[in-house]
């Protein structure tokens, strides 16, 4: 069986570093054009009147309004910004003002110039606390120009509360411009404000979290903007590596190491830990993507990559560990099948491997036959 070659997912570079080269002008007469007609219910439907598009120096993404004065994106979407452009529903771009808080969780919150120095009184925070099985997404789409309300689709895992930077994981469809904006449920409710996406895997950052957010509003505003000016120098850097299949310059590793580090975001994490992986630079790889299952250990995003690097490591005994916990979330996950039947000849693990072919057997058919002969050819091979 082959091994999985080591990628960069690319939805989550789109996700975090796209760089639209917009003006202003272009950005009023291209950004939202409200739909007209809407073939949801009402609950549904009037969430396009709720995302709006948001453009900053690096890139376009998703944001909701809270308030006439309020709306919540991304922490990384603002990166070190003061100031970002909004696209309203109502087709005027507004000017708002980034509001530094200090805690983990990927939220960023913006107001108007006048409001800048107030505190919004108007703010609904009571949100449900349900966890339903399918939540879809509304959020602005680059390639149609638009809001747009995405297929519902199903959840994988929600998180523990003790990890602030966790999120709802679902199978949720996730393109350029979708950071920041709404996931919710089939009553129209908000559960999550939709962070990240990798390969099939859509993140989202639990709405629960938004008013422990904002009440840490207005807080340490230097140390806010200087992680972010360290967000973006990661991300640039991020970017500037894909050029790379070799020996990329020492100086760009270090800016990657160090800034992606003071970051301290599990997006970031992710794709250093991707970036490093597809270079070869396994220790460095292991080293962000064990931060980053840290932090969400739920992540299927982060445990895939995980798996692979320790795969590449050949520490196929901590890999079956992961892949566990993988397969529990993504059982019908061919890459992770695979890897898991590699894993487990390779440790000499017979029971796992059966369990990961029995879960293909369900998932995947047309790869037992091969599997079957892989794990029987190297558990044969150990016992010799």
Not at 75 to 85: F, N, P, T
Not at 268 to 279: K, Y
Request: with cysteine; charged share 20%.
């Amino acid at each position: 069986m082959e091994i999985i070659i080591f990628q960069l997912s690319k939805l989550q570079k789109l996700c975090l570093a796209i760089v639209i080269i917009l003006n202003i002008n272009n950005f009023s007469v291209k950004v939202l054009a409200n739909n007209s007609k809407c073939n949801h219910e009402s609950n549904i439907c009037k969430w396009l009147n709720k995302v709006v598009a948001i453009k900053t120096p690096t890139m376009v993404a998703s944001g909701i309004i809270l308030s006439d004065d309020i709306i919540v994106t991304n922490r990384h979407v603002v990166e070190d910004s003061q100031a970002v452009l909004i696209r309203m529903p109502d087709k005027k771009i507004r000017k708002m003002i980034t509001i530094p808080n200090n805690h983990l969780a990927d939220i960023a919150f913006l107001t108007s110039e006048e409001n800048s120095s107030k505190t919004s009184s108007n703010i609904n925070f009571n949100f449900t606390s349900s966890q339903p099985d399918k939540l879809r997404m509304v959020a602005f789409d680059i390639g149609r120009n638009n809001i747009r309300i995405f297929p519902e689709t199903n959840v994988i895992s929600y998180p523990d509360n003790k990890n602030l930077q966790a999120r709802i994981h679902s199978l949720a469809k996730n393109l350029p411009g979708t950071s920041g904006g709404a996931l919710i449920d089939n009553n129209g409710n908000l559960i999550g404000i939709v962070a990240s996406g990798g390969g099939e895997y859509n993140e989202a950052v639990p709405v629960i979290l938004l008013k422990d957010v904002y009440n840490k509003n207005n807080t340490d505003r230097e140390n806010f903007f200087n992680i972010g000016k360290s967000m973006r120098l990661c991300a640039d850097a991020l970017e500037e590596i894909q050029k790379y299949d070799n020996s990329p310059p020492k100086t760009l590793l270090r800016k990657i190491q160090n800034n992606c580090e003071i970051s301290n975001n599990k997006l970031l994490f992710d794709m250093a830990g991707q970036a490093f992986g597809r270079l070869g630079l396994l220790d460095d790889s292991l080293y962000f993507l064990e931060k980053s299952s840290a932090l969400d250990p739920k992540s299927p995003t982060s445990l895939h990559s995980l798996a692979i690097t320790l795969h590449l490591l050949k520490s196929y005994e901590k890999e079956v560990e992961v892949l566990k916990t993988l397969l529990r979330f993504t059982p019908d996950d061919p890459q992770a099948l695979r890897l898991a039947v590699q894993a487990a000849g390779f440790s000499n693990n017979k029971e796992f491997g059966e369990y990961a072919i029995s879960l293909m057997e369900i998932h995947n058919p047309g790869a037992v036959s091969l599997a079957k002969g892989f794990l029987e050819s190297a558990l044969n091979q150990s016992n010799k």
